[in-house]
């Protein structure tokens, strides 16, 4: 499920700036980028670019979708465009019923449905970096309380905050020192 996680932050962080990126993914996901090409995904919002392939299209539409659903923002279309995707094929296979658990229980089978539904069963961990200028700043927290992406972002975070406590209090802090020190 890892390899999951880690595609989808390139999902979710895949811009229309970025075609670059959108290459890596088709080169590394071949069967995402066909499985894509099945649903019919809303435009991207503002970006014409004719020049894009349809592959290219399709991912940075998924890449919009996935935004969408991450932050907490889905609409009418985009809550259709996710049950297509797990439900595109009647597959009794996939649907199934824990007796125990008293639940459904689902069973993708491409790589798309895998994606969604792993974002779907984690979206409390769909986080987005605390650090404001992470480049990939959407990913999946590995536990509950994360708020950075990763060890480099967190420790900027702490060498700013370490930074800002300094200019505050610093100087208070080294004249209270230094007249502690003279008193003994």
């Given at each position: 499920?890892?390899?999951?996680?880690?595609?989808?932050?390139?999902?979710?962080?895949?811009?229309?700036?970025?075609?670059?990126?959108?290459?890596?993914?088709?080169?590394?996901?071949?069967?995402?980028?066909?499985?894509?090409?099945?649903?019919?995904?809303?435009?991207?919002?503002?970006v014409?670019?004719s020049?894009?392939?349809?592959?290219?299209?399709n991912?940075?539409?998924?890449?919009?979708?996935?935004?969408?659903?991450?932050l907490?923002?889905?609409?009418p279309?985009?809550?259709?465009k996710?049950?297509?995707?797990?439900?595109?094929?009647?597959?009794?296979?996939?649907?199934?019923?824990?007796?125990k658990s008293?639940?459904?229980?689902?069973?993708p089978?491409?790589?798309?449905?895998?994606?969604?539904?792993?974002?779907?069963?984690?979206?409390?961990?769909?986080k987005r970096?605390?650090n404001?200028?992470?480049?990939?700043?959407?990913?999946?927290?590995?536990?509950?309380?994360?708020?950075?992406?990763s060890?480099?972002?967190?420790?900027?975070?702490?060498r700013?905050?370490?930074?800002?406590?300094?200019?505050?209090?610093?100087?208070?802090?080294?004249?209270?020192?230094?007249?502690?020190?003279r008193?003994?």
């Amino acid at each position: 499920m890892e390899d999951v996680a880690k595609l989808l932050r390139e999902i979710a962080n895949l811009y229309p700036s970025n075609e670059v990126a959108a290459e890596k993914i088709q080169k590394k996901w071949p069967d995402l980028v066909e499985e894509v090409s099945k649903f019919d995904l809303p435009p991207i919002g503002g970006v014409t670019a004719s020049t894009w392939t349809k592959p290219t299209r399709n991912l940075m539409s998924l890449g919009q979708l996935t935004r969408s659903f991450w932050l907490g923002l889905p609409d009418p279309e985009t809550d259709g465009k996710v049950r297509s995707i797990l439900f595109l094929v009647h597959d009794p296979d996939k649907l199934g019923i824990d007796w125990k658990s008293r639940k459904i229980t689902y069973t993708p089978s491409t790589t798309l449905e895998k994606a969604v539904y792993f974002l779907i069963q984690h979206a409390d961990r769909a986080k987005r970096c605390a650090n404001m200028e992470c480049l990939h700043p959407l990913f999946i927290a590995t536990r509950p309380n994360e708020r950075y992406c990763s060890e480099a972002c967190s420790d900027n975070a702490q060498r700013l905050a370490k930074m800002n406590w300094w200019k505050e209090k610093g100087a208070k802090w080294l004249k209270a020192k230094k007249s502690s020190r003279r008193k003994k």
